[in-house]
Nanobody, 126 residues
Framework: QARLVESGGGLVQAGDSLRLTCITS????????MGWFRRAPGKEREFVAA????????SYGDSVKGRFIISRDHVKSILYLKMNSLKPEDTALYFC???????????????????WGQGTQVTVSS
């Protein structure tokens, strides 16, 4: 089975909310930084959000700050991304990622995250 598995994507209208989930499998739970990247059609991968090992510290990309909330259940090994006030520009394939260390730093470089899920598609219509 995959190390990281995303779910919760779908087709929604502008202004709607959606929650993505990521399950860490293959071990009881992750003690590393985890987060989300996204890749819009024809664009490079973009940092969305990240959190430390227990969800106590968070970081957000400028484009989603104030609208998205990242959280995690460390014991159950589940990462969440609550997306509010969705815009058409949020349309992208969203990836769950895992970093190298428990506390970061939270890199904007996708190459600094060794583990990636397959992605879940979020499409926001006008």
């Amino acid at each position: 089975q995959a190390r990281l598995v995303e779910s919760g994507g779908g087709l929604v209208q502008a202004g709607d909310s959606l929650r993505l989930t990521c399950i860490t499998s293959g071990r009881p739970f992750s003690n590393n930084v985890m987060g989300w990247f996204r890749r819009a059609p024809g664009k490079e991968r973009e940092f969305v959000a990240a959190t430390n090992w227990n969800g106590g510290k968070v970081s957000y990309g400028d484009s989603v700050k104030g609208r998205f909330i990242i959280s995690r259940d460390h014991v159950k090994s589940i990462l969440y991304l609550k997306m509010n006030s969705l815009k058409p520009e949020d349309t992208a394939l969203y990836f769950c990622v895992e970093g190298f260390s428990p506390e970061g730093p939270y890199s904007l470089n996708p190459d600094d995250y060794p583990y990636w899920g397959q992605g879940t598609q979020v499409t926001v219509s006008s």
